[in-house]
């Protein structure tokens, strides 16, 4: 969803935080006269939320650095995807509340989470979140790793647990994970267990011969550039 240029006409500065007026003049815009707002709201009451929720188009919010309990949970009434690209942080509650949200979720910018809200995006099933650094070795982390693994690109992935790993590869496909230099044994066993099409982990340093032996044959693709050191058999 896009807002028109009349909420901000005679002024080049940012809007800040949006109102529920400001709400209501993107909800009712002509979409041939709007332009994005992704980068022009920070923040937002919980009034604008709740109009927001009303609309049946996308909702890009990306400038939101900030999203109170209250408008996560109007907002998971929404009726279409969701983009909160400018997320840094999120607490177990506002997880919980977005959690609820039945279309795309998209959290491009949230790169560490905690286990328990981890397990409550999780419950989303169909959350966003390309550039998360952190998978590991809990129940809450693996249930996220589960629906992650749909994700194209994992790029910003530097540690994932045995756990999460297994989780994973119930999908049958692990995405790429350029940034990803040391995986356990346990976990690079689990992953390629699945015989996934493709392999993509340029950055990985080291193979086990465990791992090495437990890399499918069936697979076509395997990127394994990075590699300096394999088991002494491999």
Not at 101 to 118: I, M, N, P, Q, R
Not at 143 to 157: G, N, Q, T
Not at 187 to 214: N, Q
Not at 218 to 226: F, H, P, S, V, Y
């Amino acid at each position: 969803l896009y807002a028109t240029d009349s909420i901000n006409h005679k002024s080049n500065k940012m809007p800040g935080r949006m109102t529920k007026k400001d709400a209501w003049r993107i909800v009712t815009a002509d979409r041939r006269k709007v332009y994005d707002i992704s980068t022009k709201f920070t923040s937002m009451d919980d009034d604008a939320a709740e109009v927001l929720s009303q609309s049946p188009e996308d909702l890009y919010l990306d400038g939101l650095l900030w999203l109170s309990e209250p408008s996560a949970g109007s907002l998971s009434k929404a009726k279409a995807r969701i983009s909160l690209e400018g997320l840094r942080t999120m607490g177990v509650q506002t997880a919980r509340m977005l959690s609820k949200h039945s279309h795309t979720l998209e959290l491009d910018g949230l790169t560490c989470v905690s286990d328990e809200v981890a397990a409550e995006l999780a419950k989303h099933g169909k959350v966003s979140m390309p550039k998360i650094r952190h998978l590991g070795d809990s129940p809450g982390y693996a249930a996220l790793a589960e629906v992650l693994a749909s994700e194209r690109s994992l790029s910003e992935l530097t540690h994932l647990g045995a756990m999460s790993a297994r989780a994973m590869a119930k999908k049958g496909r692990i995405p790429m994970m350029e940034s990803l230099e040391e995986l356990g044994e346990d976990a690079a066993v689990a992953l390629f267990a699945c015989e996934p099409e493709s392999i993509h982990l340029p950055s990985l340093k080291r193979l086990s011969d465990r791992a090495a032996e437990s890399l499918p044959s069936a697979t076509r693709k395997i990127n394994l550039d990075g590699l300096t050191s394999l088991g002494d058999r491999a």
